[in-house]
C-alpha cells in the first residue's frame, strides 16, 4: 500500500486516563475513499481512538497522522475545519432546538456572514431526510423524538458536514432494519465520492454489508487489520475475544405458567391506540416494530412514567393503576429505560452506587445502607455480566458505552421482578457479553421471572422471544408465535402489510 | 373638609430609629386628624426612593415628607415635586444645600455633629480616667458609602484627631448588631488593650457590648461604650449603667415639627418661619437619661 | 404515527398551547388590570411611562442576563458593577475634566471588561460563575469605595443627564435605550449564528463543543455583553441621579435575574428568551408600582410582592399540567 | 484490561489525585498559614474557638443548604427564615409568656416549615426553587417587620441564652452543635439510604425516578431540613445577640451558598459533601476575622475578601487541570 493511498495513520497512539490505560501502542492505517472497520470488545478503546482523532481527547504519547502531516487537533472544530466529523457513541444533540436547527448546528447558513437562513436551512434538513428516506418533521423539537429518530438525526447531522472522513461510532445500535438498509445505502453512495468512512459496531454482520476491512482491538492494543472478504465472522470474533465464542443464542425452551401481566386497550392519544397483550410467567414477549412505532411509549405507560388516557392494566389478574416507577416496582414491575446516559445512570456516581440504586431499601437497616452487602451484589454483578471497569469505585461516566449499558441491565438483574420491561437491552453490547446477558436473562425466566423485551435487532428478538408483538404507528399489528416468527413476517407486519400475517385472535 | 394625603418617603424598615420616626409621623396625624399618610420605605435603595416619590406624584398626594437616603441623590425626585407643585419637608438629612430645588423647610439634626459630640464624651471620660486624653479608642462604623455613616465618622475623627495619644481603630459592622459583635470579637483578639468603643448607631455598640461581656479578657464597665439613636434597648443599658452613653437625634420631635410645617402650609398656606430648623444632637448618659425622647 | 389533526385537539388544549406562547404575559395582564382596577391611576399613559423609566435601570441590565442565565451561567456582579462604572462615570464627569464623551464611553468599557473577566475566570478557570461573580461583586464594591474615597460623587453636566433624565417628543430617552436592547437582543438570539450557539450552549454544552462550537468564546462574550450593558445601566442610573453612589446597584442582581426567570428563561440554560425578560421586568416593576399606588404598607408591601412573584410563575408554569393532558 | 499498578502512575499525577481528595483543605491551610504569620493571635486557641464560634451561625445553614445544593436546588429564603423564626424567638422569650420549651420549639417548627412550603411549591408546581425561595426571601422579611412591629425584641432569659453563649468546658455551646450538624449530616449523606437518593437524584433526576425513588418527597425534605436548621441558626444567633433583629440573616443566603460551593459542591448538584461545607465556612470566617486581625481597612477588605474566595476555588479546580494530563 502506497503512502498515498493512506489517509490516516496511527503510530504508537496511547492513552492514559488515571487508573485505565486506554489505548496501548496502537499504530495502523485507513486508506483513503474505504469503509474501514474498527471492532473490538466494550472497553477495547475504539471511542477513546476516535475521540483523539477528532480533539475531544489529548493522546498521552504517539503520532496521529492525517493527509501526510502529523495533527493533533486540540478541539472538535478543528477537527472539523479539516474535514474530519464524527457521529460519537452518545448523542450530541440539543434537546430544545428544532431538527433542522440540530443538523445544522455549528454550520448554520447565513446571509452575510452571520444571520441565520432559517428557510433555507429547514429546506436542506428536509432534503436530508428525505435522502435519508425518514418521517421526521424536520421543525420538531429533538427532545420529543425517539432515541432512533434522534440517531437519525446525528446521521444526518454528520452528512450535511461534507466531511472527507467521517467516523460513525455504533451508528445503528438502535435502528431497525429499514433505516439501517438506508444508512448502507448513504454509506456506499459517500463511498463513491470518495469519503472515508469509520465504521464502529457490535453487530458484526454489518461489517461484512458495507466495510471494506477491519481493524480489531483488544484491550487498548491493536490486534490486527483484515479484507473483510478474507476472514470468517468466527475469526474477527477470535481476535475480539481472544477465544472461540460458539453458540450465539442460548435459548431454552420454557413452561410458559399463569397469566401475570395483561394489557387492555391501552390508549394514550396520538402515541398508543387500543393496545391489547398478555404474558404469562416464564415468557419473553418481544416488541418488534420501525422506528417511532410506540414501543418505547407502550412500555413507559405500563411503568407510569406517561399518563394515559383509557385502558386496563391487569398484574396477576388484578387490575393496577400505576402513576409512579415507585408504584411500578412495588408490583414488581422493573423498566430498563432506552437512552442509558439520560434515563438509566447516575453519571456522577460509581459502578457500586448506580448498580445499588434500585436495591438500597432491601440492602439497608433502618436506614442505613449495608454497604457490606451491597458490595457484594455488586461485586457479583460485575463478574457476572464481566463490567470492564478499573474499581467499583470509578463514576459510569468514565465507563465505555457498552460497560455503562451493562451497568443498567446489571442494576435490574439485581433486583428481583417479576415483570421486566427491557427496552433496546443489548444496545452497544459486543457479542461476547451478549450472549453473557442472554445466559442471564435464561435465568431470570428460570427464576419465575417474565420479560417483556423492546429490540430494535431483528435476528436477537427473534432468536430470544417465545411470541412477538408488531407494532406500528401505535398499533399492535399482529402478533407471531414462535414458529411463525420470521424476519420477512414482522417486517410486513411492521411496515403495514397486515392482512396476511396478522393472527386472528 | 376632605381628607389630606401626605407621603411620607424614609430609607428602611429594617432600623427602628426610622419606625419611631414613622410612628411619630403616624401619631401627629392622628392627633391633627383628617389626614392620611402613605408611607413607604425604600428598601436603602436611592433609585426605589426616587420611583417611590414619583408614585407618589402619580397618585396626588398633596404633600411629601422626605427623609432622603442620600443628599444628592434624591435631588431628581425633589425636582420632580418641584415641578408637580407638591411641597416637600426633608427630615433628618437634609439634601445638598446648593441644589437648583426648592424644600419648604428642612427639620433635622445634624449626623457629624452627633458625632463629634460623641467623640468629645469619649475625650472627656478618657481624660477623667488616666488625667491626659489617651487610649486605645474602638470605633465601630455604619454601613461604607452610606450618608449617616460617612457624616457620624467624620464628626468623630474630626476631634479624635486632635489628641495625637488617643489611637483610634475603625472597622466597618454595617450599622448590623451581629457584625458589632463579630468585628468586636476580632478586636477583642487583636487588640491587648480597649479604653472605649464607639458604635455609629445603637445596633452596633450592642452587639460590641454583647461581645465584651462574653470576653473575659474586658470588663463592659470598664470599657467606655458609646452608641448613636438612643433605642429604648440602649437606654435600658445606661440606666443599667452598661452602656455609658448614645447620641439623641430626637425622631419624633423632627417628624412632628416638620410633620406640623406641612400640614400648616397644606390647610392654612403659612410658610415656616425658618426654612431650615435643626435639632442640637443630645448626648444621652446615667444623669440626663430622662431628656431622651423614647422611653423603655 | 397518527397526528391529531386541528378539528381533533380539544379545545382546553388548544388554548393552553395558545397560553404556552404568551407564557407570563397572561399573567402579567391579570395583575395589571387587577391594579388598574383597583386604582385607575394606574392606566395613566404617564403612570406607565414613569414604570417603564423605573425599570429601564434593572430591565437593561437583564437583557444581558438573559445571555448569560440562556448559557446556564449567573451573574451576581451586576450592582457592584452598575455601582463602579456609575462612579468613575460621575469621576470624569465631576472630577476629572468633565469630558462627555470620556464620561460615557469609559464607564462602558469598565463594564465590558469587567464582564470578560468574569467569563474568562469562569471559562478558563472551570469555575462555577456563581463563584466568581460573588467574588467580582466584592472586589468592585470594595473598588467603588476606595475610587471614590467613602463619599458620593455629584455634578453631572446637563448634556450627560440626557441619558437618564431626557426626553425624546413624550418618550423618557432611557425607556428608548431599554426598549432598543431588547429589540436588539431579541433579534440577535432568534436570528444570529451567535444567539444560536448561545441556546445550543445553555442546550448541551458537550453537544455544543463536538459541533465544534467554540464554546469558552461564546460564553465570555456573553458576559461581556452583561458587563457592558450593566455600564449602560451605570450611566442612566448616575444621570438620573446626578450623583455617582456608592451604594448603587445594591441588590440589583436578585431583581435582575428574577425578572430573567420570571420571563420563563431556565436557570438550566437554553431556553427562554429576551421578550420574556422584557415582561418580567414589567412584571415587577407594576407589582411594585402598583402596590405605592394603592398605598399598602411597607410590611404588607413585601408579603405581597413575594407572593404575586409565585403566582405569577406558577400561573406561567400550570400550563404544563395541561399541555400533556 | 490494564489496570495501573501504584508504581505506574507518575509522583505529580499522584500527589493530584491526592489533592482531589484533600480539595479546598490545602487551600484554606495556605489561608491560614498566611494569616498566622502575618499576626501570631490568629493561631491563638481562643481565636480558633472565636472564629468557629462565629461560622457556626452561618454554618448550621450551611449544613443544610448542602443537602439542598447536592439535590440540584437553592434556597435564598435562609436569611429571611433566620429573622423570622428568630423574632418569633424572641417574642415567646420577651413578650409572649418566657416559655422556654415553646420558645426553641416553635422556631425549629417554624423554620421546617417555611422549608417545608419552598420544597412543596418548588417540586409540585415544577418551579425553579430560585424564584420560590426568592419570593419567600420577601414575604417573611416582610412578616419579620410585621411581627415585630418594626422593633427587634430584646431581653431573653439566662437558659436561652445557653443556646448562644453557653459553654460547654472551654467550647462554646454554638460550636458544639455547628460541628454536631456536620458529623450527624456527614453520616446522613455517606450511610443512609436518604443520603444515598439525595446524590442520586442531583446526579439524575430522571435516571432516579426511573429506578423507583420518590424524587418529590426527598427534595421537599431536603428543604424541610435546611428551613429546621435556618430555625436551629436563628435560636443561636438570637441567643447571642440577646435581642431578635430584623436585619437578622440580611445576606446569609450568599454567604451560606459561597461556603457550600467554596466546599466542593456542585451547583449542578450530585457532587460533594458537607466536610468541604464545613471548609468552606470555616475559609469566608477566617478570612474575614483574619482581616479584622490585621486591621486592614474595609474597602481593602471587600477586594481582599473577593480575591481569596476565587482563588481558593481556582486553587482547589487547578487539580483538574492535573488530572487529565
Ligand atoms: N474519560 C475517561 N476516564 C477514564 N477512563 C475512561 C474514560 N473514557 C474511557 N475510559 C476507559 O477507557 C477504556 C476504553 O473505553 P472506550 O470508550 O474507548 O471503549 P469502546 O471500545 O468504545 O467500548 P464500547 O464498545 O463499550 O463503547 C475503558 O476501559 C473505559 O473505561
Ligand atoms: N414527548 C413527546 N412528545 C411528542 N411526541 C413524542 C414524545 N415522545 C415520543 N414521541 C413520539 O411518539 C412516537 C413513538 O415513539 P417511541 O419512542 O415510543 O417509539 P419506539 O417504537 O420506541 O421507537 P424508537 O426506536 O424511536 O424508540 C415517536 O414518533 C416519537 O417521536
Ligand atoms: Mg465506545
Ligand atoms: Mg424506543
Known sequence: MGEDDVILKF????????????????????????????????????????????????????????????????????????????????FNLIPALTV???????????????????????????KLMEFLDVDIDVDAQV??????????????????????????????????????????????????????VIYISHRLEEIYEVCDRVTVLRDGRYVGTRNVKEIKVDEIIRMMVGREVVEKFPRVAHHAGEEVLRVENLTRHGVLENISFSVRKGEILGIAGMVGSGRTELLRAIYGLDPIDAGKIYVKGKEVHIHSPLE??????????????????????????????????????????????????????????NIKTPSLLQKTMYLSGGNQQKVVLGKWFARNCDIYLFDEPTRGIDVGAKIEIYHLMNKLIERGSTIVMVSSELPEILAMSDRILVMREGKVMGELTREEATKEAILQLALGRREEYARVE | GQNLTIGL???????????????????????????????????????????????????GVKGVLLVPIEVEAVIPAVEALNKANIPVVTVDRRIKEDAPVKVLCHVGADNTEGGRNAARYIVQKLTEKYGEPKGTVIELTGTPGAGPAIDRSAGFNEIIKQYPNITVKSQTANFRRDDGMKVMEDFIMSTPQIDAVFGANDEMILGAIQALQASGKFKVEDVITVGFDALPEALKLIEEGTLDATIEQFPGRQASTAFEVLVKFLREGVSPEKSVMLIEPKVITKDNLNEAEKSF | ?????????????????????????????????????????????????????????????????????????????VGSVVAFAGIIAAGFQAKWGGNLFLSVVIPLLIGGGIGFMNGFVSTKGQLHPFIVTLGSMSIFRGATLLVAQGKPISGMSPAFRFIGAGMVGPIPFPVILFIGCVIVAGMVLKRTVFGRYIYAIGGNEEAALLSGIMVERYKIAAFTILGFLSGLSALILTSRLNSGELVAGQGYELDVIASVIIGGTSLMGGEGGVYGTLIGALLIGVVSNGLNLLGVQPYWQMIVKGLI?????????LKRRFRTV
Not at chain 1, 148 to 174: C, F, G, H, W, Y
Not at chain 1, 376 to 385: G, I, K, L, N, P
Open chain 1, 11 to 90: 503510530e504508537n497512539v496511547t492513552k492514559r486516563f488515571p487508573g485505565v490505560l486506554a489505548l496501548d501502542n496502537v499504530s495502523f492505517a485507513i486508506r483513503k475513499g474505504e469503509v474501514h472497520a474498527l471492532v473490538g470488545e466494550n472497553g477495547a478503546g475504539k471511542s477513546t481512538l476516535i475521540k483523539i482523532v477528532t480533539g475531544v481527547y489529548q493522546k498521552t504519547s504517539g503520532e496521529v497522522i492525517f493527509d501526510g502531516k502529523p495533527v493533533h487537533f486540540l478541539t472538535p472544530h478543528e477537527a472539523l475545519r479539516n474535514g474530519i466529523a464524527a457521529i460519537y457513541q452518545e
Open chain 3, 309 to 317: 412573584v409565585i403566582l405569577a410563575v406558577l400561573l406561567d408554569k
Open chain 1, 143 to 196: 427532545r420529543d423524538l425517539g432515541v432512533a429518530k434522534k440517531q437519525v438525526v446525528e446521521i444526518a447531522k454528520a452528512l450535511s458536514l461534507n466531511a472527507r472522513v467521517l467516523i460513525m461510532d455504533e451508528p445503528t445500535a438502535t435502528l431497525a432494519q429499514k433505516e439501517i438498509e438506508g444508512l448502507f445505502r448513504i454509506i456506499r453512495f459517500l463511498k463513491g465520492k470518495g469519503v472515508t
Open chain 2, 9 to 59: 418617603s424614609f430609607p428602611s424598615l429594617s432600623f427602628a430609629w426610622f419606625s419611631f420616626l414613622e410612628q411619630a409621623v403616624k401619631d401627629k396625624a392622628a392627633q391633627l386628624g383628617g389626614i392620611d399618610v402613605i408611607s413607604l420605605e425604600a428598601e436603602n435603595n436611592v433609585s426605589k426612593q426616587i420611583s417611590i416619590i414619583e408614585d407618589m406624584i402619580v397618585k
Open chain 3, 1 to 77: 404515527m397518527p397526528v391529531l389533526s386541528e378539528e381533533n385537539v380539544p379545545l382546553v388544549q388548544r388554548f393552553f398551547v395558545f397560553w404556552d406562547k404568551v407564557g407570563i404575559l397572561l399573567a402579567f395582564l391579570v395583575v395589571c388590570v387587577i391594579f388598574g382596577m383597583l386604582n385607575p391611576v394606574f392606566f395613566n399613559p404617564l403612570n406607565i411611562l414613569n414604570v417603564i423609566r423605573q425599570v429601564s435601570i434593572i430591565g437593561v441590565i437583564a437583557v444581558g442576563m438573559t445571555f448569560v442565565i440562556l448559557l446556564g451561567g449567573i451573574d451576581l456582579s
Open chain 1, 328 to 385: 411500578a416496582i412495588n408490583h414488581g414491575i422493573a423498566l430498563l429505560p432506552e437512552e442509558r446516559k439520560t434515563q438509566g445512570l447516575v453519571l456522577l456516581l460509581s459502578v457500586l452506587d448506580n448498580l445499588g440504586l434500585p436495591l438500597l431499601p432491601s440492602l439497608s437497616n433502618r436506614g442505613f445502607v449495608d454497604d457490606k452487602k451491597l458490595t457484594a451484589v455488586a461485586q457479583d454483578m460485575v463478574e457476572h455480566m
Open chain 1, 100 to 126: 433542522a436547527e440540530n443538523i445544522f448546528m455549528g454550520h448554520h447558513f447565513t446571509r452575510r456572514n452571520f444571520i441565520v437562513d432559517w428557510g433555507k436551512m429547514r429546506e436542506e434538513a428536509r
